[in-house]
């Protein structure tokens, strides 16, 4: 097990260099990222000043070192637009992420797989259909639509809810609900299929037997067996609601670090880009290493593999 | 891992269910599942047709502005004006002319995508299946990579960095999300690699691309065709999501994502500008959903390998 733990972890490190190197590089894609920042018109003074500030004057290896040197401090130099650090831009965002990101996860896990084991008791009945098809309108619709019918219902139509902004807990029911409904129709649907999968077995069959209520054989025996891969898929599908947050957060104007970073890319402000990017994708490489030791604590054959 | 990884998972999960599946698949059940099949066809050779012929199917020319009847309701409520079926957006354009034009950006950037995710994928697979352990992990840890960035967010500082168009919403789109097709053949390649007919085929004196071209890649021809359906809805998700945030293709050309967007300002007055357009990202993808479900269960046994 510790074998396996330190060789995921050292492979997750790789994994972050690359990443930095992408974010490095992708910054530096269309040559002079100065030429994209200041107006056609900038004087050759300012041009240099800024290129001064970026540290772009200097060869590009040492470009890179002091980049990931900074990055691993959680140094990622100013915002050009702020005129503030954008470490400290960024955490101001945090909490507000953090907020939606996991409020969005409790409403999915609680609504979604409830929704999958009802779906496969029920199964080929109405409501087994009207559970897929939810999952399925969940998985094809885009975010950013589901929010704008969830602002006019509630907030248009019933005014019931706040559309914009954050503050109270009736702030965050539309957001959360939006960012989690991919999630949701993905756990229905995964609850479901497992679900499937273990009311066959045999010792389903033996706890039904020996006359087991059906309660006890559904929650001791079946459920607790489909958790490996749903918690797997919940761990894994984190990251995919982090990426979906950006979007969700432009909705519904919440001030996380989504919305810093699209707002970052409309004011072409590339030290926040770069940072938000550095520190999702990071955050990201971790909780799915975090992930994958659960796991393969919970299912001793994968450290084999 | 992201979206495409988890979606694999499901993928596993609905196969380890399939044959339970299949048993209890009554007529009717049966019936219906082509039905489903048969919506799923139409919505996406509707699309395709209405885009291939937007120049003769559209009633009026979707950038042409009529400023005296901005903002007019559908057909079907009052206040509608003659010839204009779903209404005019904010600058007085036909929505239905925008949204027959919009389909040509929507399966051009999907299908454009599709084709070069897959190529990249496909590629990077082969050669990782086939060649020896160093270029295998090397290839591996690129695809760690690229799983390790939240999907949306890559593409989202990509497009910001070379420019919203076309040509580099189609590239972005590509490029981030080679992983998946290319560990589908990886896994092809592994399996089928020491199988007797390729054994002989190496023994014979074949060339390496030659068996890679004709003895390996069509047995991955299969589970390919499967994850190009599902892309192809994924895809026209992914082009809106972008272009809702004002990244996908510049104005005034129009696209899904972008009229939802432009509609959002009206929304507590007209609802229609924001959410018709969003409807119909939602069928559009729905029905490469619904295909990629019917070309999953029926390539069952192949998949299973």
């Known amino acids: 097990m510790q074998a396996y733990i330190i060789k995921r972890f050292l492979q997750g490190i790789i994994v972050i260099l690359g990443v930095s190197v992408v974010v490095f590089v992708l910054i530096r894609l269309t040559g002079d990222p100065v030429s994209l920042m200041l107006p056609e018109d900038a004087s050759l003074q300012d041009i240099q000043r800024i290129r001064k500030v970026l540290g772009l004057d200097e060869p590009i290896h040492i470009q890179y070192l002091k980049f990931i040197s900074g990055a691993v401090r959680g140094d990622f130099g100013m915002s050009l637009h702020h005129e503030q650090p954008v470490t400290k831009l960024i955490f101001e965002r945090v909490p507000a992420t953090l907020e939606l990101a996991g409020g969005a996860l409790l409403l999915s896990i609680f609504i979604g797989l409830p929704l999958g084991v009802l779906a496969a008791l029920k199964r080929r009945t109405a409501l087994d259909g009207l559970v897929m098809l939810g999952a399925l309108v969940g998985q094809s619709a885009p975010s950013f639509w589901i929010g704008i019918i969830f602002i006019l219902f509630f907030g248009v139509q019933l005014r019931w809810l706040p559309v914009a902004g954050r503050g109270s807990i009736q702030h965050l029911i539309l957001p959360a609900f939006t960012a989690g409904f991919f999630s949701m129709a993905l756990y229905a649907r995964l609850t479901r299929s497992t679900m499937l999968d273990v009311l066959i077995q045999d010792y389903i069959k033996t706890a039904r037997a020996k006359g087991l209520k059906e309660i006890w054989v559904v929650t001791k025996h079946a459920l607790r067996n489909c958790l490996i891969p749903v918690v797997t898929v919940i761990g894994l599908s984190i990251g995919h609601l982090l990426g979906g947050i950006f979007i969700i957060e432009m909705v519904f104007a919440w001030p996380g670090m989504g919305r810093l970073a699209v707002m970052a890319i409309y004011s072409l402000d590339y030290p926040i880009v770069q940072g938000v990017v550095f520190m999702v994708s990071t955050l990201y490489v971790f909780i799915n290493l975090g992930v994958d030791i659960l796991y393969a604590y919970l299912n001793p054959q994968i450290r084999y593999a | ?305």
């Open chain 2, 1 to 305: 891992m992201s979206a495409e990884a988890i979606q694999a998972r499901i993928l596993e999960a609905d196969l380890l269910a399939g044959a339970e599946k299949n048993r209890l698949l009554s007529i009717l059940g049966e019936l219906w599942k082509k039905k489903v099949v048969f919506v799923g066809g139409v919505i996406l050779f509707s699309l395709l047709f209405v885009g291939i012929f937007a120049p003769y199917v559209s009633p009026y020319d979707p950038l042409k502005q009529e400023l005296n009847i901005r903002i007019s309701p559908p057909i079907w409520m009052a206040g509608a004006k003659a010839g204009h079926i779903l209404g005019t957006d904010a600058l007085g354009r036909d929505i239905l002319s925008r949204l027959i034009w919009g389909a040509r950006i929507s399966l051009t950037v999907a299908v454009g995508a599709t084709a070069l995710s897959i190529g990249i994928g496909a590629s990077l697979g082969l050669l990782a299946g086939f060649s020896g352990r160093k270029v295998d992990d090397l290839i591996m840890r690129l695809v760690d990579i690229q799983l390790a960035f939240p999907f949306i967010l890559l593409a989202i500082a990509l497009v910001s960095v070379m420019g919203a168009s076309l040509q580099n919403v189609v590239i972005v789109l590509g490029i981030t999300t080679w992983a998946t097709p290319c560990r589908l053949v990886r896994a092809e390649v592994l399996s089928i690699k020491e199988r007797e007919y390729i054994v002989a085929a190496r023994a014979s004196g074949q060339r390496t691309w030659s068996i890679l071209l004709g003895q390996i890649l069509p047995n991955a021809a299969t589970p390919i065709l499967v994850l190009a359906t599902f892309d192809l809805g994924r895809f026209i998700l992914s082009e809106a999501s972008l272009s809702y945030l004002g990244l996908g293709v510049p104005p005034p050309t129009p696209s899904w994502g972008s009229m939802v967007a432009d509609g959002q300002d009206y929304l507590s007055t007209a609802w229609w500008v924001s959410t018709i357009p969003g409807f119909i990202i939602m069928f559009a993808c729905l029905g490469g959903n619904l295909l990629g479900d019917f070309l999953r269960d029926v390539m069952d046994p192949e998949l299973k390998e």
